[in-house]
Nanobody
């Protein structure tokens, strides 16, 4: 059984910084692309940043220059460093990982979500 466990969500003032982490555990044959998504109240879940197994990262325009995604393959963990936070960044943040199981099947797994609240 595979699990993604997130941590790091908190209440922070505008202009502040926060770091999120998401650790994968279980019967993982290969950890492929990983990413962070967010969902604000009343809005659809949106992609924030993704990173491939080789480290290539992509970001949504609204966070470019402020957020940095990284991963530690040995720890099976993906990180999101968020700087210069804005109230519009307030959302539940979810990590997602495309995981290949021993059977050869690749399945997208989601974390439980962690709340990030940015006060003005």
């Amino acid at each position: 059984q595979v699990q993604l466990v997130e941590s790091g969500g908190d209440l922070v003032q505008a202009g502040g910084s926060l770091g999120l982490s998401c650790a994968a555990s279980g019967s993982i044959f290969r950890l492929n692309g990983m990413g962070w998504y967010r969902q604000a109240p009343g809005k659809q879940r949106e992609l924030v940043a993704v990173i491939g197994s080789g480290g290539l990262a992509q970001y949504v325009d609204s966070v470019k220059g402020r957020f940095t995604i990284s991963r530690d393959n040995a720890k099976k963990t993906v990180y999101l460093q968020m700087n210069s936070l804005k109230p519009l960044d307030t959302a539940v943040y979810y990590c997602k990982a495309d995981i290949t199981l021993a059977s050869g099947t690749t399945i997208p797994y989601w974390g439980q979500g962690t709340q990030v609240t940015v006060s003005s």
